[in-house]
């Protein structure tokens, strides 16, 4: 192993990478709040604002996955295409296989432009989650809680509420709902054949319900639908972890674009149209794990500066004092204030461990185990 990386191994650049996170993850919080004031005067410049403060704090994982790890991403389209990629509104739907997945569509997001304005379908317990979840709350993030009868009327209002949104953005969905285990993919199957739908060897059945209202209300806003397959070469089992211990991975991503007018309106052809999709996204990764290689053209798009100076701001900013903290408290030889210091570091060590578990597969939602089992729809 080189010098740079046995030091991107050490857990206490880990911890300096966490503490930078963290720390300017609250101070962008903190300003967000304040941007609430522009909201009744001009409502498109408060969406303006906080796309760019959203980016300060997700371009910072995207960094550690481009610039840490030195992650690369092929991505496979049609060329044709390509130079559309950032300059439409678009659902972009992401299987859901890897820990790291919702990293590699952030990824994709930044490659063209549009990473601090993306929208996600999340759960609405992620909006209390802070840095993140406080973040999302004032990019206008579509919450549900899971329970239709409960997030109809919610989840179409906060899609609605996109329709005059200033800023090219990507709506991110996983339509399987929940992370791809095999159990989950068991009873998943086991429903296929309750409904007599084919069934699926890579995916979960894709619940309809959110995407067919997304594309109900997002009709005439949004230009296509970017289907999108990601895997990683040579039984690569990327996580977070790995990717703070800068491991590189090596992501295929398969991207194909659209058009909005081929979705079709009615709920039940949405459906229908839905499902023959992953059937379609099961034989693509059924061709890749054949052949190494999805259909299209393989093409890397070009790393932005963005991402690294935005974090080398933050981490100039943020350790000059954490370092004079550092120093005064070690010159000071007061055994209550070590005593207190190492305390701090086990609780962020701890912290941080936390963190990087949420992403853990085994630690993942329970959502579509044997109690969901009679919910897919």
């Not at 300096?16 to 993850?25: A, R």
């Not at 990629?85 to 549009?114: M, P, Q, S, T």
């Not at 005059?164 to 068991?186: A, M, S, V």
């Not at 550092?326 to 204030?337: A, P, Q």
Request: glycine share 6%; hydrophobic share 40%.
């Amino acid at each position: 192993m080189d010098i740079i990386g046995f030091l991107k191994s050490q857990f206490i650049c880990h911890l300096l990478i966490s503490y930078i996170f963290i720390v300017s993850g609250l101070i962008i919080n903190f300003i967000q709040l304040f941007t609430l004031v522009l909201w009744p005067f001009n409502k498109q410049l408060f969406r303006k604002v906080n796309c760019r403060l959203a980016y300060c704090i997700s371009s910072q994982l995207v960094m550690l996955l481009e610039w840490w790890s030195g992650t690369t991403c092929t991505l496979y389209c049609d060329l044709q295409n390509y130079h559309k990629y950032g300059k439409e509104n678009a659902i972009v739907i992401l299987n859901h296989n890897f820990e790291i997945d919702f990293l590699c569509g952030w990824n994709f997001c930044e490659r063209f432009g549009v990473l601090g304005s993306s929208k996600v379908l999340a759960k609405k317990q992620l909006a209390y989650v802070p840095i993140i979840g406080w973040m999302w709350y004032f990019l206008e993030m579509v919450f549900c809680k899971r329970k239709w009868e409960e997030d109809q009327k919610t989840i179409m209002q906060g899609l609605l509420n996109l329709r005059d949104y200033p800023e090219n953005f990507w709506f991110l969905i996983h339509c399987e709902g929940t992370r791809f285990t095999e159990q989950k993919h068991q009873i998943s199957m086991q429903v296929a054949e309750a409904k007599g739908l084919p069934k699926l060897k890579y995916h979960l059945l894709p619940r309809t319900k959110g995407f067919a209202v997304t594309v109900q209300c997002l009709r005439n806003v949004v230009s296509a639908v970017y289907d999108s397959t990601l895997n990683f070469r040579n039984n690569e089992n990327p996580t977070l972890l790995g990717v703070l211990n800068g491991k590189k991975y090596h992501a295929d991503l398969y991207v194909r674009r659209i058009p909005l007018e081929e979705v079709p309106e009615d709920e039940q052809e949405c459906s229908n149209w839905l499902h023959k999709l992953y059937q379609e996204k099961d034989s693509f990764q059924e061709e890749y794990y054949r052949t190494g290689a999805y259909p299209g053209t393989p093409i890397v798009p070009p790393r932005r500066l963005w991402t690294l100076l935005n974090w080398l701001f933050w981490a100039l900013l943020l350790l000059y004092p954490l370092f004079k903290l550092l120093i005064n408290m070690i010159n000071s030889g007061s055994s209550l204030t070590l005593a207190s210091f190492a305390f701090v570091f086990i609780a962020a060590s701890v912290g941080v461990r936390w963190m990087i578990g949420v992403t853990e597969i085994n630690k993942g939602s329970t959502y579509g185990n044997h109690g969901n089992k009679g919910k897919l729809k």
